[in-house]
C-alpha cells in the first residue's frame, strides 16, 4: 500500500516537473519577460487609461464590451462612458475604434489588427518588448522601425512619454545592411525609462485581460476547485482502502 | 422506501428480465484478477473522458456556428459571453489532449503486460480502430474553432491525400468540398465531428468492453487467472485469484477518477494553453489563407506520426513513402499479436531483449514527438551554434524511425526463431503491496 501510494505521488510530481518547461516554453525566444499580473487591478485600469488615450485611436478590441470592462475593472459605468467611450457607442457594445478602414490602408499600408487576442496569439512579452524597441528610421514611411518586429507599419505613439530612440549599428558585413546593436533614448521624454517600463508592462497586463477575461475568474475559482477534488480524492482514498481489507487480508 | 425501490425494480425486471443478468454479468460477477496496478486505471479514465467530451460538447454546439464567417467569433463569443462557456470549452479543449495521453497510457500498458496476445487480439483490434476512430474525431474537432491552425492544419493533413497515385489531387477536392479549406469542409467535418465519428466510436468501445469481458482482463502478471485454481469467497466455480468488479475496482477506479480530475482541474484553472501545446499561439489568429505560421505542426498527439511522414524523404518521384510510413507505423501496432510470437505475457517474465526493445520503442516514440513538434529544429541550434540543422534533425529524426520501426522487426525476429530468454512464469497472480 505503502509502494503504491509512494508510485501515485511519484507519478503526480512527475507530471508536475514535465510542465514546467511545457509552461517556461510561453513566450518567444530572446524576449524580456514582461512580468504581468493580469490580477492586479491598479495596473489594468492604468492599462485600460494607456490604451484609450493611444491605442484605440487605430486598434479595436471587438471582442471586448464597454460593460464587461467596467466591471473587470471595477469602474463605474459613468467612468467608462465618459473616459474610455469616445465613438458614441452603448455600454453593452465592443470596444470598435474610429478609424475608417479605407484610409488605414492608405496611411499604413494595412489595417492596425484587432487587439483583443494579441496577447493570446503573439504572447505578453511580445507586446511588452515590442512597446519598448521603438526607434527612429527616416527610411521608413512612417519615421520609425522596431527591432523586435522589423519594418513595422506602426508608429511609435508612445513617444511623448517614452522619448526618441535611436538605434546604434554594428559594423556591417560586406554587402549587408549592419544589424542594430542597442537602442538608445537620445532625446527624453515625459517618463523615465524605468517609468516607461512599467508603462508598457500595465498595457500588456491589460491585453493580457482582454485576451481572456475570463483568466481573472478561472484562478480564484480554481484554488477552491482543486481543494475540494483533493479532499474528494483523499476520501476516496480511504473508501478504496476500507473496501480493499478484505481482499489483503484474504492471501 | 427500500419498499418503493424493490417494487420499481421488481416491475422492471418483469418486464425486462435480461437487465440484471447483464449487470451482473459485467459488474457484480465481471471477475477481474486482483493485481491489477496503476497501469489499469487508463482504460476507465479513457471512458471517463470520452463522456466529459460528448457532454462538454453538446454544450458547445449550443453556441457554436458551423460556418467560416462566424466560427471564430463564436468560439470567442462562448470564451466570454457564455456563461460558463470559458469552462466548458477549457474542459472539452484539455479534455481532447488528455485523452490522448490516457490512451497512449493504456496501449503502452497492453504492450508491456502483452494484453493483446492471445486470446485477447480482438480487443486490441479493436481498440485500435477506437483510436484510429480518435485520431480523426481529434483532427476534425481541431479545424472546427477555424483558427489559422485550424486552416493550414487541415490544408497540411488533407493535402496528404494528394500523394496517392493518379486520383490523389481528385480525392483532396472530394474531401474538402473546394480548392481550399473552406466552409464547405469546416461543415462537413462539423458534421463527422459531432455526429458520425462520435456514433462509431460509442459502438465501438462497447465492442471493445463486450470482448474484454467475454475473454476477461489480463494483468500485470501476464497469468491466466481463469486456468489457475478455482474458488474464491463469492463464488465456488470462478478464479481464486479473481475479485468482483463492483465494487472492487469500481471504488479504485474512483480513487484514480479523483486523482485524475485534480490533475484535469490544475491545467484547466491554471495552464488551459498549457504553454501553447494543448491550445496553440497561432490558433488565437482568425483563418487566413494568405498568411502562413512560421511553423506549421499538427497538435502534440500527431507530432510522432507527423515526425515519421517529414523523416522518410521522397523517391521515385513521389512523396507517398511517408504517408505510407506514417500509416504503416499505426498497422504495425494493430499487427503486434502476430508479429510477436512470444508464449509469455508480462514484461516481468520476458527477456532482456524485449525490455530493451521496448524502452527503445518509448524513447523513439517520445523522440519523434519532439522532431514533429518542431523542439529539436530550437534546440539544435541552441545547443550546437554552428550545425547544420536540417542535416542534424534529419539524421536524429531518422535514426528515431529506425528505433520505431526496429522494435517490430526485432521483435518478430526475436520470438519467431527462439531467441528469447524467459524467466519462469509463476502459477498464481503476485500482490506487491
Same mark, same amino acid.
Given at each position: 500500500?505503502?509502494?503504491?501510494?509512494?508510485?501515485?505521488?511519484?507519478?503526480?510530481?512527475?507530471?508536475?516537473?514535465?510542465?514546467?518547461?511545457?509552461?517556461?516554453?510561453?513566450?518567444?525566444?530572446?524576449?524580456?519577460?514582461?512580468?504581468?499580473?493580469?490580477?492586479?487591478?491598479?495596473?489594468?485600469?492604468?492599462?485600460?487609461?494607456?490604451?484609450?488615450?493611444?491605442?484605440?485611436?487605430?486598434?479595436?478590441?471587438?471582442?471586448?464590451?464597454?460593460?464587461?470592462?467596467?466591471?473587470?475593472?471595477?469602474?463605474?459605468?459613468?467612468?467608462?462612458?465618459?473616459?474610455?467611450?469616445?465613438?458614441?457607442?452603448?455600454?453593452?457594445?465592443?470596444?470598435?475604434?474610429?478609424?475608417?478602414?479605407?484610409?488605414?490602408?492608405?496611411?499604413?499600408?494595412?489595417?492596425?489588427?484587432?487587439?483583443?487576442?494579441?496577447?493570446?496569439?503573439?504572447?505578453?512579452?511580445?507586446?511588452?518588448?515590442?512597446?519598448?524597441?521603438?526607434?527612429?528610421?527616416?527610411?521608413?514611411?512612417?519615421?520609425?522601425?522596431?527591432?523586435?518586429?522589423?519594418?513595422?507599419?506602426?508608429?511609435?505613439?508612445?513617444?511623448?512619454?517614452?522619448?526618441?530612440?535611436?538605434?546604434?549599428?554594428?559594423?556591417?558585413?560586406?554587402?549587408?545592411?549592419?544589424?542594430?546593436?542597442?537602442?538608445?533614448?537620445?532625446?527624453?521624454?515625459?517618463?523615465?525609462?524605468?517609468?516607461?517600463?512599467?508603462?508598457?508592462?500595465?498595457?500588456?497586463?491589460?491585453?493580457?485581460?482582454?485576451?481572456?477575461?475570463?483568466?481573472?475568474?478561472?484562478?480564484?475559482?480554481?484554488?477552491?476547485?482543486?481543494?475540494?477534488?483533493?479532499?474528494?480524492?483523499?476520501?476516496?482514498?480511504?473508501?478504496?482502502?476500507?473496501?480493499?481489507?478484505?481482499?489483503?487480508?484474504?492471501? | 422506501?427500500?419498499?418503493?425501490?424493490?417494487?420499481?425494480?421488481?416491475?422492471?425486471?418483469?418486464?425486462?428480465?435480461?437487465?440484471?443478468?447483464?449487470?451482473?454479468?459485467?459488474?457484480?460477477?465481471?471477475?477481474?484478477?486482483?493485481?491489477?496496478?496503476?497501469?489499469?486505471?487508463?482504460?476507465?479514465?479513457?471512458?471517463?473522458?470520452?463522456?466529459?467530451?460528448?457532454?462538454?460538447?453538446?454544450?458547445?454546439?449550443?453556441?457554436?456556428?458551423?460556418?467560416?464567417?462566424?466560427?471564430?467569433?463564436?468560439?470567442?463569443?462562448?470564451?466570454?459571453?457564455?456563461?460558463?462557456?470559458?469552462?466548458?470549452?477549457?474542459?472539452?479543449?484539455?479534455?481532447?489532449?488528455?485523452?490522448?495521453?490516457?490512451?497512449?497510457?493504456?496501449?503502452?500498458?497492453?504492450?508491456?503486460?502483452?494484453?493483446?496476445?492471445?486470446?485477447?487480439?480482438?480487443?486490441?483490434?479493436?481498440?485500435?480502430?477506437?483510436?484510429?476512430?480518435?485520431?480523426?474525431?481529434?483532427?476534425?474537432?481541431?479545424?472546427?474553432?477555424?483558427?489559422?491552425?485550424?486552416?493550414?492544419?487541415?490544408?497540411?493533413?488533407?493535402?496528404?491525400?494528394?500523394?496517392?497515385?493518379?486520383?490523389?489531387?481528385?480525392?483532396?477536392?472530394?474531401?474538402?468540398?473546394?480548392?481550399?479549406?473552406?466552409?464547405?469542409?469546416?461543415?462537413?467535418?462539423?458534421?463527422?465531428? !459531432? @455526429?458520425?465519428?462520435?456514433?462509431?466510436? *460509442? =459502438? /465501438?468501445?462497447? +465492442?471493445?468492453?463486450?470482448?474484454?469481458? %467475454? $475473454?476477461? #482482463?489480463?494483468?500485470?502478471?501476464?497469468?491466466?487467472?481463469?486456468?489457475?485454481?478455482?474458488?474464491?469467497?463469492?463464488?465456488?466455480?470462478?478464479?481464486?485469484?479473481?475479485?468482483?468488479?463492483?465494487?472492487?475496482?469500481?471504488?479504485?477506479?474512483?480513487?484514480?477518477?479523483?486523482?485524475?480530475?485534480?490533475?484535469?482541474?490544475?491545467?484547466?484553472?491554471?495552464?488551459?494553453?498549457?504553454?501553447?501545446?494543448?491550445?496553440?499561439?497561432?490558433?488565437?489568429?482568425?483563418?487566413?489563407?494568405?498568411?502562413?505560421?512560421?511553423?506549421?505542426?499538427?497538435?502534440?498527439?500527431?507530432?510522432?506520426?507527423?515526425?515519421?511522414?517529414?523523416?522518410?524523404?521522397?523517391?521515385?518521384?513521389?512523396?507517398?513513402?511517408? !504517408? @505510407?510510413?506514417?500509416?504503416?507505423?499505426? *498497422? =504495425? /501496432?494493430?499487427? +503486434?499479436?502476430?508479429?510477436?510470437?512470444? %508464449? $509469455?505475457? #508480462?514484461?516481468?517474465?520476458?527477456?532482456?531483449?524485449?525490455?530493451?526493445?521496448?524502452?527503445?520503442?518509448?524513447?523513439?516514440?517520445?523522440?519523434?514527438?519532439?522532431?514533429?513538434?518542431?523542439?529539436?529544429?530550437?534546440?539544435?541550434?541552441?545547443?550546437?551554434?554552428?550545425?547544420?540543422?536540417?542535416?542534424?534533425?534529419?539524421?536524429?529524426?531518422?535514426?528515431?524511425?529506425?528505433?520505431?520501426?526496429?522494435?517490430?522487426?526485432?521483435?518478430?525476429?526475436?520470438?519467431?526463431?527462439?531467441?528469447?530468454?524467459?524467466?519462469?512464469?509463476?502459477?498464481?497472480?503476485?500482490?506487491?503491496?
Amino acid at each position: 500500500m505503502i509502494k503504491r501510494a509512494i508510485s501515485s505521488i511519484a507519478l503526480a510530481l512527475g507530471l508536475a516537473v514535465a510542465t514546467i518547461p511545457a509552461l517556461a516554453n510561453e513566450g518567444g525566444e530572446g524576449l524580456a519577460p514582461a512580468g504581468t499580473n493580469v490580477a492586479d487591478r491598479a495596473s489594468l485600469q492604468r492599462g485600460a487609461k494607456l490604451f484609450f488615450n493611444y491605442c484605440v485611436g487605430c486598434h479595436s478590441l471587438k471582442y471586448v464590451r464597454y460593460s464587461r470592462l467596467a466591471s473587470d475593472l471595477g469602474l463605474s459605468e459613468e467612468e467608462v462612458m465618459t473616459n474610455f467611450n469616445f465613438t458614441g457607442a452603448k455600454f453593452g457594445e465592443p470596444v470598435i475604434s474610429h478609424m475608417p478602414a479605407d484610409d488605414a490602408k492608405a496611411w499604413f499600408g494595412k489595417d492596425p489588427p484587432d487587439l483583443s487576442l494579441e496577447a493570446r496569439a503573439k504572447g505578453v512579452d511580445f507586446i511588452y518588448n515590442y512597446l519598448n524597441s521603438f526607434y527612429l528610421d527616416p527610411s521608413r514611411p512612417v519615421g520609425w522601425n522596431n527591432t523586435v518586429f522589423p519594418n513595422a507599419s506602426m508608429p511609435n505613439v508612445l513617444w511623448e512619454l517614452q522619448g526618441l530612440q535611436t538605434a546604434v549599428h554594428g559594423e556591417a558585413a560586406p554587402g549587408q545592411e549592419a544589424a542594430v546593436e542597442k537602442l538608445e533614448i537620445t532625446t527624453p521624454g515625459r517618463m523615465t525609462p524605468e517609468q516607461f517600463r512599467g508603462a508598457t508592462r500595465d498595457l500588456a497586463t491589460f491585453l493580457e485581460y482582454t485576451a481572456e477575461p475570463a483568466a481573472l475568474e478561472r484562478q480564484s475559482i480554481g484554488v477552491w476547485v482543486i481543494l475540494f477534488l483533493a479532499g474528494l480524492t483523499f476520501l476516496l482514498y480511504l473508501l478504496k482502502h476500507e473496501y480493499w481489507k478484505d481482499v489483503h487480508d484474504s492471501h | 422506501m427500500a419498499n418503493v425501490f424493490s417494487n420499481i425494480a421488481g416491475w422492471v425486471n418483469e418486464r425486462a428480465p435480461g437487465l440484471a443478468p447483464m449487470y451482473r454479468k459485467h459488474m457484480t460477477e465481471y471477475y477481474a484478477p486482483k493485481n491489477f496496478n496503476i497501469w489499469y486505471y487508463f482504460g476507465s479514465l479513457a471512458l471517463l473522458v470520452l463522456v466529459n467530451q460528448i457532454v462538454t460538447g453538446i454544450f458547445l454546439t449550443m453556441n457554436y456556428k458551423t460556418s467560416a464567417l462566424e466560427a471564430f467569433n463564436s468560439v470567442e463569443y462562448i470564451m466570454r459571453d457564455v456563461e460558463w462557456g470559458w469552462l466548458i470549452r477549457y474542459m472539452h479543449s484539455t479534455g481532447a489532449s488528455l485523452f490522448f495521453v490516457v490512451v497512449f497510457l493504456h496501449m503502452f500498458r497492453g504492450i508491456m503486460y502483452g494484453s493483446f496476445k492471445r486470446p485477447r487480439e480482438l480487443v486490441w483490434i479493436l481498440g485500435m480502430l477506437i483510436f484510429l476512430v480518435l485520431m480523426a474525431e481529434a483532427f476534425m474537432g481541431y479545424v472546427l474553432p477555424w483558427g489559422n491552425m485550424s486552416f493550414w492544419g487541415a490544408k497540411v493533413i488533407i493535402s496528404l491525400f494528394g500523394t496517392i497515385p493518379f486520383i490523389g489531387d481528385a480525392l483532396v477536392q472530394w474531401i474538402m468540398g473546394d480548392f481550399l479549406p473552406a466552409d464547405a469542409t469546416l461543415n462537413r467535418f462539423f458534421a463527422l465531428h !459531432v @455526429i458520425a465519428l462520435p456514433l462509431v466510436l *460509442l =459502438l /465501438l468501445v462497447v +465492442l471493445h468492453l463486450a470482448a474484454l469481458h %467475454e $475473454v476477461g #482482463s489480463n494483468n500485470p502478471d501476464g497469468v491466466d487467472v481463469k486456468h489457475g485454481p478455482k474458488g474464491n469467497r463469492w463464488d465456488a466455480e470462478k478464479p481464486a485469484d479473481a475479485i468482483p468488479f463492483h465494487p472492487y475496482y469500481t471504488v479504485k477506479d474512483l480513487f484514480g477518477t479523483g486523482f485524475f480530475l485534480t490533475i484535469a482541474a490544475f491545467i484547466i484553472f491554471f495552464a488551459p494553453t498549457f504553454g501553447g501545446w494543448f491550445l496553440e499561439h497561432d490558433n488565437f489568429t482568425p483563418a487566413n489563407n494568405l498568411v502562413t505560421p512560421s511553423h506549421i505542426k499538427p497538435s502534440w498527439y500527431f507530432t510522432p506520426f507527423y515526425a515519421i511522414l517529414r523523416m522518410i524523404p521522397s523517391f521515385f518521384g513521389t512523396a507517398i513513402w511517408g !504517408v @505510407i510510413g506514417m500509416f504503416g507505423a499505426i *498497422l =504495425l /501496432l494493430a499487427l +503486434l499479436p502476430w508479429i510477436d510470437k512470444g %508464449e $509469455v505475457r #508480462s514484461v516481468r517474465y520476458r527477456g532482456l531483449g524485449f525490455r530493451i526493445a521496448l524502452a527503445v520503442l518509448v524513447v523513439s516514440f517520445l523522440a519523434l514527438g519532439l522532431v514533429g513538434a518542431g523542439v529539436t529544429a530550437e534546440l539544435i541550434p541552441a545547443w550546437f551554434p554552428h550545425a547544420d540543422v536540417t542535416t542534424w534533425e534529419n539524421a536524429f529524426g531518422r535514426l528515431m524511425v529506425l528505433g520505431y520501426f526496429g522494435f517490430f522487426v526485432f521483435l518478430w525476429v526475436y520470438t519467431r526463431f527462439g531467441f528469447e530468454k524467459t524467466k519462469p512464469v509463476p502459477e498464481r497472480v503476485t500482490m506487491h503491496d
